[in-house]
């Protein structure tokens, strides 16, 4: 049986070191390429970009509205009832006394968003 020579011995543990080492590597690499992606769609100024962006935020905020006023625990989060619940309202708000309706509506909301914005005092 014949022994491998000197210069060779060893061998397949730095080929399994530079293996890793050259993974360890390319994941760097791909997450500083994911992380450069992302700040380049975020600073995107393309006008439908912009646009949906937009647009994306409003209706997160409206859907913040939706579950600030207790109507996804109130429904158990059933989304046909949610609907038809903002089906109704828009039915009241087109109605014969929509001028009333929305006032009241608006009223109440401000009334609340003041009561949030208060400090609490601790007693």
């Not at 491998?4 to 060893?10: E, I, K, R, V, Y």
């Not at 070191?17 to 590597?25: E, F, K, P």
């Not at 006023?69 to 089906?87: F, I």
């Not at 909301?109 to 009561?115: H, L, N, Q, T, V």
Request: charged share 35%; no cysteine; net charge positive.
């Amino acid at each position: 049986m014949q022994r491998a020579l000197p210069s060779f011995s060893g061998a397949g543990a730095k080929v399994a070191a530079l293996l890793q080492s050259t993974d360890r590597a390319l994941k760097l690499n791909r997450a500083a390429t994911l992380r450069a992606e992302a700040a380049e769609r975020r600073n995107d100024t393309r006008g439908w970009v912009m646009q949906r962006r937009e647009r994306t935020r409003h209706l997160i905020e409206l859907g913040g509205l939706v579950q600030k006023a207790g109507l996804v625990e109130l429904t158990d989060d059933d989304r046909a009832t949610l609907y038809g619940a903002l089906l109704d309202l828009a039915g009241r708000a087109r109605g014969d006394d929509a001028g009333d309706v929305l006032a009241l509506w608006k009223r109440r909301g401000k009334r609340a968003f003041d009561a949030e914005a208060e400090p609490l005092i601790d007693s």
